[in-house]
C-alpha cells in the first residue's frame, strides 16, 4: 500500500519512501510517500478556494455535510476496522476510534442544526447600549477566520482524531489541512480517501498530508490555526516555531497527561464504587494496550484500602488475554510499533525506580495467535508507589502503554494535593456515593483538570467512562495538558471564528447584521405583519396594537380560572411594606395573555405557528385600572426549509404612559410564500 498525500484536489506522492510496520506482526504493511509538496499553494488552495466555498454556505448547510459524511463513512467503516487491527486495536477499541470519530460528526452535525443558526456568522450577546440617548450602541459578532485549520494528529486514534477535529473546524467555515502520525497513516489515509472520493465537501476544503509537515509551519498567518495532538515534548517544539510566535497563530494543544482515578474513603472494598473503581482502572490499561491520552496513570486510594485494590487490579489483570486483535477472545492487542514498545518499557524502568512492580512481567507472557517476539506486546503492567509525597517520576513520566501506578493517601487534603501534582490534566474519576466528598474533591482538583467524572452506583448503567470523551464536553486541560480544548460543543466551533465588536448607530447596526436592535427605524405597513410570508416580511417592521385596561374583575378571573391565587394577585393587606408591589397587580402571564390578544391577527395565514419565547422579564407591576399596550417588531429571520422560516419577533408590553411593563422575543414559524 503506497500513501500519497491529497494535495489541491489530487493525490500526489512525495519524494521519501517510509516503510510503516505493522504492530502485531512486525511486517511492513505500507510505505509512506513524504516531502516534495509545495506547502505554501497548499495553503493558499485551503485559504483561495477552500475558505470561500465554505464561508459561503451557513451554519445549517455546514452542518448537513457533516451528517452526509457521517453517513458516507458509516457505510464503508467496515474497511477501516480491517486495517486497525494492523495497528495493534481489537473490535473494541475500532468501537472507540472508528464509529467513535462518525458518532462525532454526528454530534456537531446536529448541534449545528439545533444550536447555531441559519447564517454565516454568530450574534454574541445582547446590544449594549454605549451613549445616553441611545444613538450609539455595541455589538459582538463572530465570523469565520480566513485562514487553514492545520491539525496534527497522534498515532493512537487515527480516525477519531482527524474527525473530531475536522468537525468543529469544518462547521466554523473554516478549510482543514490535517496530518496524522506517520506509524498508523495506513487507517488515517484510508480514511481520507473516503472523505476525498464522497465529494461531499466543497472543493479546497480538505486537504491530507502524509509524513512530513515540511515548511508548512514557515507560511502561517494570523488567520490560521493550528490544532495539536501529541506528546509535551512535540507540542512545545511547534508552539516555539518563531512564525507561531510572531503572527500570534492560534495553537489549541492537547497532549499526554497523568490522568488520576480516585477512589474515595467511603468506597469501601464490596461497595459498588469500590467494585467501578476497579473496573474502570484495569479497562484504561487496556483499551488500546493503554495508548490513550485519557487513561488512568495514577490510581489512588485511601491507604486502608491500597492492598484490596492491588488484589482486585492483579486478578482483573490476569484474566486479560493478549494477542493478535482479530482474535475474538483478544482483549488488549500490542502498542503501536516496536519503538512505542522500548519507550514505554524505558518509562516503566523509570517509574520502578521509586515504585514495585505488582502485577505483569514484561520479560515472561502468553501472547495468542501472533509471534511475541516479532509484535510490539505488552503485558499490563500494575505498580505500587509506597511513598507518593516524596516521589516525583510517577508525576512527570508517563508510560503511554498499558501501565499505571496505584498510590495510597491520607485524608482528602493529601488526595487532592497529590492529584494536582500531576500539573494539569485532561481527566480525572471520582468513585464515590457521597456527594459532600465528592464537592470537595471538585473544588480541590478542578483547576488542575478539564474534566472531572464522578462514578457511583446511581449512574454505572449509562455514564461513558473515565477515559472517553464526548464532543459535547470540554477535552483538554490545563498545564502539561496543553491548555487547549479539543471539543466542548460548539464552544470549540468558536476557536475557528474571530469575536469582533461592532459599534454605530442602531440603524447601522441593524443593516449590517440584519437583526433588528431597540432604536433603529421601523417599518410600518397598511397589513398586519403577521400578513406577510417569510420572504416578504422586512426586519423591522412593525405593529402598534389597542389599548386595553386591566381590571380587578380581569385579575381574579385569570387567578381562580388558571388556581394562580399568589397573595400578590388576590390580597391587597398582605402586600403593604412590600419592596416590589405597591398593591394588588395583574399577574404576568395575564399580560402576556392579553397582549398576545391584542397583537395576533387570527385569520389563517403565513404564521402557522407560535413555538416559544425567549429573554421574558417583567419590568413594571401593573395595577387594577393601568392600562397597557403592545409593541410588535421583527427583529430577525432564520430560513429553515423550503417550506418555513424562523421569525423572532421583539416585543414590548408598555403602559399608556409609555412605560415599560415586559420585554420578551416571541419565535414564530412563518411559511414561505407558494411558488407559482
Not at 397573595?567 to 402586600?575: G, P, Q, S
Amino acid at each position: 500500500m503506497k500513501l500519497e498525500s491529497y494535495v489541491k484536489g489530487h493525490w500526489t506522492a512525495g519524494s521519501e519512501l517510509i516503510e510503516v510496520r505493522s504492530a502485531v506482526t512486525g511486517d511492513v504493511v505500507a510505505e509512506a510517500t513524504s516531502g516534495g509538496l509545495d506547502l505554501r499553494e497548499a495553503l493558499a488552495y485551503a485559504r483561495n478556494v477552500g475558505g470561500k466555498n465554505l464561508r459561503k454556505l451557513t451554519f445549517h448547510q455546514r452542518a448537513d455535510l457533516l451528517k452526509k459524511l457521517a453517513q458516507y463513512i458509516t457505510e464503508r467503516k467496515d474497511q477501516l476496522y480491517k486495517l486497525s487491527f494492523q495497528a495493534g486495536a481489537t473490535r473494541t477499541d475500532n468501537l472507540i476510534d472508528v464509529d467513535g470519530g462518525i458518532g462525532t460528526l454526528f454530534v456537531y452535525a446536529g448541534k449545528g442544526r439545533r444550536e447555531l443558526p441559519n447564517s454565516t456568522f454568530l450574534m454574541d450577546g445582547a446590544v449594549e447600549q454605549l451613549g445616553k440617548t441611545g444613538t450609539f450602541a455595541g455589538q459582538h459578532i463572530v465570523t469565520s477566520l480566513q485562514g487553514t485549520a492545520v491539525h496534527i494528529n497522534a498515532f493512537n486514534f487515527p480516525c477519531w482524531g482527524m474527525l473530531e477535529k475536522l468537525a468543529p473546524a469544518l462547521l466554523g467555515g473554516v478549510p482543514v489541512i490535517t496530518k496524522p502520525a506517520t506509524v498508523t497513516s495506513y487507517v488515517a489515509h484510508a480514511l481520507a480517501r473516503m472523505i476525498a472520493e464522497s465529494g461531499i465537501l466543497p472543493e479546497g476544503a480538505f486537504q491530507f498530508i502524509v509524513g512530513s509537515t515540511g515548511d508548512l509551519f514557515d507560511h502561517l498567518t494570523c488567520q490560521d490555526v493550528v490544532s495539536f495532538t501529541g506528546s509535551a515534548s512535540t507540542s512545545e517544539k511547534l508552539q516555539r516555531h518563531p512564525v507561531i510566535a510572531k503572527e500570534a497563530v492560534r495553537f489549541i494543544a492537547e497532549r499526554d497527561s497523568l490522568n488520576a482515578a480516585i477512589l474515595a474513603p467511603d468506597a469501601a472494598p464490596g461497595s459498588p464504587e469500590f467494585d467501578l473503581f476497579i473496573k474502570e482502572v484495569a479497562k484504561e490499561m487496556t483499551v488500546k494496550a493503554g495508548q490513550k491520552c485519557t487513561a488512568i496513570r495514577r490510581a489512588f486510594a485511601p491507604k486502608a484500602h491500597v492492598e484490596a485494590v492491588i488484589e482486585a487490579l492483579r486478578d482483573q489483570l490476569d484474566k486479560v488475554v493478549i494477542g493478535n486483535p482479530e482474535l475474538e477472545n483478544v482483549r488488549m492487542g500490542p502498542v503501536v510499533g516496536l519503538d512505542q514498545r522500548r519507550d514505554v518499557l524505558a518509562h516503566v524502568k523509570t517509574l520502578r525506580t521509586e515504585a514495585q512492580l505488582v502485577a505483569g512481567d514484561p520479560e515472561n507472557f502468553d501472547v495468542q495467535g501472533a509471534d511475541v517476539l516479532r509484535g510490539a506486546f505488552i503485558p499490563p503492567l500494575l505498580l505500587h508507589c509506597a511513598d507518593p509525597v516524596h516521589a516525583a517520576h510517577v508525576y512527570s513520566v508517563e508510560a503511554f502503554g498499558p501501565v499505571s501506578t496505584v498510590m495510597g493517601y491520607g485524608d482528602l487534603d493529601e488526595a487532592i494535593a497529590l492529584t494536582n501534582r500531576g500539573g494539569g490534566s485532561l481527566v480525572a474519576s471520582v468513585y464515590t456515593h457521597d456527594p459532600k466528598v465528592a464537592s470537595n474533591l471538585v473544588f480541590g482538583v478542578s483547576s488542575f483538570h478539564g474534566r472531572l467524572v464522578m462514578i457511583d452506583r446511581d449512574c454505572a448503567r449509562e455514564q461513558t467512562g473515565h477515559g472517553s470523551p464526548m464532543p459535547q464536553m470540554v477535552h483538554g486541560g490545563p498545564g502539561r495538558a496543553g491548555g487547549g480544548e479539543e471539543l466542548g460543543g460548539v464552544r470549540s466551533v468558536h476557536h475557528y471564528m474571530q469575536r469582533t465588536a461592532l459599534q454605530g448607530s442602531p440603524a447601522m447596526l441593524t443593516g449590517i447584521t440584519g437583526s433588528w436592535t431597540k432604536n433603529a427605524p421601523i417599518v410600518e405597513k397598511d397589513r398586519h405583519p403577521f400578513r406577510y410570508h417569510f420572504e416578504d416580511l422586512d426586519i423591522g417592521q412593525t405593529f402598534h396594537s389597542k389599548e386595553r385596561t386591566i381590571t380587578l374583575d380581569d385579575i381574579e378571573h385569570f387567578a381562580n380560572f388558571t388556581g394562580d391565587t399568589f397573595y400578590a394577585h388576590m390580597d391587597e393587606e398582605a402586600t403593604k411594606g412590600h419592596p416590589f408591589f405597591p398593591g394588588r397587580v395583574a399577574h404576568g402571564y395575564l399580560l402576556l395573555s392579553f397582549a398576545a390578544g391584542l397583537f395576533v391577527d387570527p385569520d389563517p395565514g403565513p404564521v402557522l405557528a407560535n413555538y416559544g419565547l425567549d429573554s421574558l422579564r417583567f419590568t413594571k407591576p401593573i395595577q387594577p385600572g393601568e392600562t397597557i399596550k403592545v409593541r410588535l417588531t421583527a427583529k430577525d429571520k432564520s430560513p429553515r426549509n423550503k417550506q418555513y422560516g424562523e421569525v423572532r419577533w421583539d416585543v414590548e408590553i408598555l403602559t399608556d404612559k409609555g412605560e415599560s411593563a415586559a420585554t420578551y422575543e416571541l419565535l414564530t414559524m412563518n411559511a414561505v410564500r407558494p411558488q407559482a
